[in-house]
């Protein structure tokens, strides 16, 4: 099988597809819904200049939000101890993490929908702050530090699979293009690793409880040389295996394509196709 993404420059790029069945359903489906906004992204995003402005912003927003649901108050007492601010943001997100679970134990109310999209947005604000901060990290090999695409479709939270064990047999630690993508309201170890932050927390995993419709379009990280370096395998609670730090693979692209990382930078993709 073969997937066609269409950029909106023009550009054509073929994704030779994974021969799996499963795999096969899954990007007739992504194929079948029109495609939602493309998201550059970056695990090294951090900058050399911190925005003040714009972190306190985001940062007031995301305390709006904790007041809303009666949260612990937090707050940031030098704003050039950039470590200490990395240690809340990381302490935040897991608030994040454990408030929605409490919602999702009992649906029954009305609000059910928005809480989850909230605390969601709470969890969002978390990461944009952090991608500000210019220190407080890990930090990643070189071949790690590249941006990718985080391709959803529209009302991407209607599409998802369950998770299976036969979904979990794909995952693998081999090097692909397109990868599934992550939709889990946590961190995977590899931003787990890059924010210093725990790894024993629950939510610390690949994947969460579906299989979201939704790639990672991302042909120059080369993630085995983070897997592999010896200060990540230090930092990893488990023994690594393709099933707690691997990807499920979606496929290669097939097609020549010049100078990928402009096209990444400067083209976003607007429709899939499939034969």
């Known amino acids: 099988m073969e997937m066609k993404l269409y950029l909106d420059t ?26 939602g906004e493309t998201e550059i992204s970056r695990l090294d995003n951090r900058s050399n200049f911190f925005d003040k402005q714009q972190f306190t912003n985001l940062f007031e927003e995301l305390l709006q939000g904790v007041e809303h649901y009666k949260g ?25 993490v454990d408030l929605v679970k409490s919602k999702h134990m009992n649906q029954n109310y009305s609000d059910y929908a928005f809480d989850v999209g909230y605390i969601g947005r709470l969890n969002s604000l978390c990461h944009q702050c952090e991608t500000l901060l210019p220190a407080g990290t890990n930090p990643l090999p070189e071949s790690c530090r590249y941006i990718y695409w985080d391709q959803p479709l529209q ?38 690793y890059r924010d210093n932050d725990n790894p024993l927390y629950e939510e610390m995993q690949p994947l969460g409880d579906t299989i979201p419709v939704a790639f990672e379009f991302d042909p120059l990280n080369n993630w085995p040389d983070l897997y592999n370096s010896p200060e990540f395998l230090k930092y990893l609670p488990v023994e690594p295996t393709r099933h707690n730090i691997g990807r499920i693979p979606v496929g290669n692209i097939s097609n020549s394509v010049d100078n990928i990382e402009y096209v990444l930078y400067n083209s976003h993709i607007v429709k899939a196709s499939c034969e």
């Open 10 to 35: 023009g550009q054509e790029i073929d994704i030779a597809v994974v021969d799996n069945p499963l795999v096969h359903k899954w990007v007739e489906h992504f194929c079948s819904v029109p495609v």
């Open 72 to 96: 612990p108050q937090f707050s940031i007492v030098d704003y050039e101890d950039y470590t200490a601010i990395q240690e809340l943001m990381n302490t935040m997100h897991h608030w994040c």
């Open 155 to 192: 009302n991407d939270r209607q599409h998802r699979l369950p998770l299976t064990d036969e979904w979990l047999d794909l995952m693998t630690l081999d090097k692909y293009d397109v990868y599934v993508a992550k939709r889990i309201l946590g961190k995977d170890y590899r931003e787990a």
